[in-house]
């Protein structure tokens, strides 16, 4: 007979955004405080055209890394650049964001931190022990982020990681080709890592 151990993990950060968010929106009247869509029901998908015949999809387990027609659409989507081996499909970013941080970062590691942002990687790293920069962004320059410091701070400290939000959640900026790619160059000679979470991006 198999047993179930329980670890309990009383030294993570209350995440007070989700905390409150599941408190309290799916009671709410008239919800303010939401950044996604409403979801779609199966006859709305049937009005759009979308075939939702369920009577013979097969339920059983997937690929762990996600289908391989999935992965080789999303490589194709990026030009050739990568492979459908440089690929991993989560269940949302939220997964994504958990696995990139268990796998990119270690106790000490300096990290920057895009902000204002949803504050979920911002707690992950907390909870590796990393030493965190705050690149913030500023409503007096439109929310773009402060590109000549984060550049200074690559240059001078060479972080283990970038994380990044674009779209930038909470404030919709989008930020420009030429800003990311900037900072990826200058990300490359210091052998940094840029994580980018794109879940509004289209």
């Known amino acids: 007979m198999g047993c179930i151990t329980v670890v309990l993990c009383s030294d993570l950060p209350r995440f007070c955004l989700e905390r409150w968010q599941s408190e309290r929106e799916t009671r709410a009247r008239i919800l303010l405080s939401e950044s996604g869509v409403e979801p779609l029901s199966l006859s709305l998908l049937e009005e759009f055209g979308v075939n939702v015949e369920l009577v013979s999809?097969?339920?059983?387990?997937?690929?762990?890394?996600?289908?391989?027609?999935?992965?080789?659409?999303?490589?194709?989507?990026?030009?050739?650049?990568?492979t459908r081996e440089h690929v991993l499909v989560t269940v949302g970013s939220s997964?994504?964001?958990?696995?990139?941080?268990?796998?990119?970062?270690?106790?000490?590691?300096?990290?920057?931190?895009?902000?204002?942002?949803?504050?979920?990687?911002?707690?992950?790293?907390?909870?590796?022990?990393?030493?965190?920069?705050?690149a913030w962004r500023s409503p007096e320059n439109e929310?773009?982020?402060?590109?000549?410091?984060?550049?200074?701070?690559?240059?001078?400290?060479?972080p283990r990681a970038i994380y990044l939000v674009n779209?930038?959640?909470?404030?919709?900026?989008?930020?420009?080709?030429?800003?990311?790619?900037?900072?990826?160059?200058?990300?490359?000679?210091?052998?940094?890592i840029i994580?980018?979470?794109?879940?509004?991006r289209g």
């Open 57 to 82: 999809v097969e339920l059983g387990y997937g690929w762990t890394k996600g289908s391989p027609g999935l992965r080789s659409a999303i490589a194709e989507y990026h030009d050739g650049v990568i």
């Open 95 to 134: 997964e994504a964001n958990f696995l990139s941080v268990t796998s990119i970062v270690k106790p000490g590691d300096t990290v920057v931190v895009d902000m204002p942002a949803y504050m979920q990687v911002h707690g992950l790293l907390e909870t590796r022990g990393a030493r965190l920069y705050m």
């Open 143 to 158: 929310w773009e982020l402060p590109l000549a410091d984060l550049l200074e701070f690559i240059q001078t400290k060479k």
């Open 167 to 192: 779209p930038n959640n909470p404030t919709g900026r989008i930020e420009r080709e030429n800003v990311l790619r900037e900072i990826a160059r200058e990300a490359s000679k210091t052998g940094t």
């Open 195 to 200: 994580v980018v979470d794109e879940v509004y």
